[in-house]
């Protein structure tokens, strides 16, 4: 499945079904296949996709800082190698960009419908 994200500020946005939801998630609590933010909650849906992303680097940094300690043994730097995906800073970029684009534009943004 996709998840289409339309505004009238911004050109669509299409995410597979795992980003889609883990961003609605996080912006929402839910991950529903049809829904809207009005401009009136995109500062909020803005702070919380800024939060998560924070934290993420916290972890992020936090798992480096081990992952240098135990550097010594080479089959943890192989293994941690195997595990690198992409950031939710990298993933949440063109969606970020779509809420602060339809905040200015004073314009709701919709998926599923």
């Known amino acids: ?11 669509d946005l299409i995410m597979l079904e795992p980003d889609g939801k883990r961003l609605l998630t996080i912006i929402r609590n839910d991950d529903s296949s049809k829904g809207i933010l009005t401009p009136a909650q995109l500062p909020q849906a803005i702070k ?4 998560a992303i924070a934290l993420e680097e916290v972890r992020i940094a936090d798992a480096l800082s081990v ?5 010594s043994n080479p089959q ?6 195997e595990h690198e995906t992409v950031s939710l800073r990298r993933r949440a970029q063109p969606m ?10 004073q314009t709701d943004v919709v998926w599923g419908v």
């Open 1 to 11: 499945m996709l998840y289409k994200f339309k505004s009238k500020a911004t050109s």
């Open 48 to 51: 919380a996709l800024e939060a």
């Open 67 to 71: 992952q240098k300690e135990a550097s």
């Open 76 to 81: 943890a730097r192989m293994s941690s190698r």
């Open 96 to 105: 970020l960009e779509m809420l602060r684009r339809s905040l200015s534009a």
